[in-house]
């Protein structure tokens, strides 16, 4: 018997934003904030176009992941998958998608903010190579009228 995909990955649109949206916002792990509007959703889709995807089974989105680069890292972030689809790998294809495509443009080293308190991705993380840095601390500073995420 031949098993037959159930899932394909591809590029983002502006058009998947509420989907994205809608799986952001009911995924533990996961936080919304002011750059998630659909504004600032386009405009970091124009500036890192092609690096962005969507996992998609049976005409629905059922995982995400965005990325970008600053012309030598890549930054990877929203990486999702809706609970009833995981541990089928879905995940780590969307990642490959990124990196294969950053690789495209030369940038080989990317990285990735997880939260303290998620240690299923944590786990996922660890599991697949990326290492855990414990030599930086990450200072953010926001502007009035900026949030605080
Ligand atoms: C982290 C997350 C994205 C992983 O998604 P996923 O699609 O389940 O990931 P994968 O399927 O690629 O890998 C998960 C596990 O399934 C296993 N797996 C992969 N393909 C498989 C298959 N065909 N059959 C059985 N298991 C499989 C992997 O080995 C992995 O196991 P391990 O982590 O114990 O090594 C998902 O749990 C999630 O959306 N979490 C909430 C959001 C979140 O925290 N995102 C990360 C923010 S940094």
New binding site residues.
């Given amino acids: 018997m031949t098993h037959l995909p159930t899932h394909h990955i591809r590029q983002m649109s502006i058009a998947d934003y509420e989907g994205v949206i809608g799986m952001m916002r009911s995924?533990?792990?996961?936080s919304f904030r002011d750059a998630d509007s659909r504004d600032s959703t386009e405009r970091y889709l124009l500036r890192n176009p092609g690096l962005s995807f969507v996992a998609v089974a049976s005409d629905a989105l059922v995982?995400c992941v965005m990325s970008g680069h600053d012309g030598r890292r890549g930054y990877l972030?929203?990486?999702?998958?809706?609970?009833s689809?995981?541990?089928?790998?879905?995940?780590?294809?969307?990642?490959e998608s990124c990196l294969g495509s950053l690789e495209s443009l030369g940038i080989l080293k990317s990285h990735?903010?997880?939260?303290q308190t998620?240690t299923?991705?944590q786990?996922?993380?660890e599991?697949?190579g990326w290492k855990l840095r414990t030599d930086i601390r990450r200072y953010s500073f926001v502007r009035s009228g900026g949030d605080s995420a």
């Fill in positions: 995924t533990p792990g996961v995982g972030q929203h990486l999702m998958v809706l609970p689809h995981r541990n089928q790998g879905i995940a780590s294809s969307l990642v990735i903010d997880v939260f998620n299923l991705a786990h996922y993380w599991g697949r």
